[in-house]
């Protein structure tokens, strides 16, 4: 799911002009809700182009076609440092016309209050039937801890790279010493994600082309490594992809982080799946051509308490866990222009990540 704002969006901690004058010079359609859920001023693009009705001062929930999440979305963002979007929500913004649109909820300081900023970003036509979600973009504050916690790993995984290399020179079989040579791998790949971790964005190295079959083998030999023969990793590979352009370590994280999901919610097979989708509309672009990974397996499903944040950092539904995999799975696709999605019921959980390779 990638993020669906526009370059004319406000930032989170922008404090509109009181008189809403700055928001009506915008083109893309906005509203200010406060935490009650109470449209305190809606822009001209919104009004004209969606409504051709006043909004200041109704409800949002009065805007619903059925039920949907906005109003429990803005109480919840109102005041709080995260950024919601909502997927495909069903408004009904002009009378006895719902329509589907991608709303981005992000807190804001409204005249001296906490609100929210709601974008409004309506869907091509041939959307309309598809299905409601939520995602996040994960905070400055997490990506500093993130780097900080890179930084006091790098010392140990020398230490660790040593040591297996030590160990190899010592093992008589070449079978065993296989293992060191993953333990040296992993080690290596997990110094160069950190690596990254540390560099701003905008000094990140560029990427490089590979086959994402490479990837989802690395994958397929570290699951199996971790859990022997409890766990079978099924391949069903498309062999006509073509290669990507992009980062193979961090893809690699983001495909590991989804296995080992499915590894620890109880899984007792992974299916590592390949395809190609043409025209694959990715946030508000439609790409020529776009490979799918899936990550599908057969264990007890998300929980429906934690479908609606399960992108957001550091929640879990595991005591251990820290929930950080999926935010920066997310935060991976996204660095390739792609998305993350998810469809799970019992015994059958299926996470997408869909990487645009023809724009």
Known sequence: MSDATSNARLPPTAAPDSS??????????????????????????????YCER????????????GEHPLPELARRVAGQPHRLVARRVL?????????????????????????????????????????????????PAAQQMA????????NPLAGLHGAAQLLERELPSAALKEYTQVIRAETDRIRRLVDRLLQRPEVAHAGQSFNIHEV?????TLIGAETGSQVQVVRDYDPSLPDLDGHPDRLTQAVLNLARNALQSGAGTIRLRTRAERR???????????????VCDDGPGVPEALRESLFLPFVTGRDEG?????????????EHGGTLAFVSRPGATVFSLLIPVTP
Do not use: M
């Open 20 to 49: 809403g004058a700055v928001l009506d010079l915008l083109s893309t359609p906005l509203a200010i809700v406060n935490g009650q859920g109470r449209v305190l001023h809606a822009n001209a693009a919104l009004v004209e182009t």
């Open 54 to 65: 006043r909004l200041a001062g109704s409800e949002l929930a009065a805007l619903a076609y």
């Open 91 to 139: 408004l009904e913004l002009r009378r006895d016309a719902p329509k589907r649109f991608d709303v981005a909820v992000s807190p804001i300081e409204w005249r001296g209050e906490a609100a929210v900023l709601l974008e409004f970003h309506a869907l091509a036509e041939h959307d309309q039937d598809l299905g409601e979600g939520v995602d996040a973009t994960p905070e």
């Open 147 to 154: 780097r900080a916690l890179a930084h006091e790993i790098k």
């Open 216 to 220: 989802l083998e690395r994958v397929r």
């Open 280 to 294: 694959a509309r990715i946030g508000d672009h439609t790409c020529k051509l776009a490979l799918r990974i899936d």
């Open 322 to 334: 820290t929930g950080l995999g999926l935010p920066v799975a997310l935060g991976i696709a996204r």
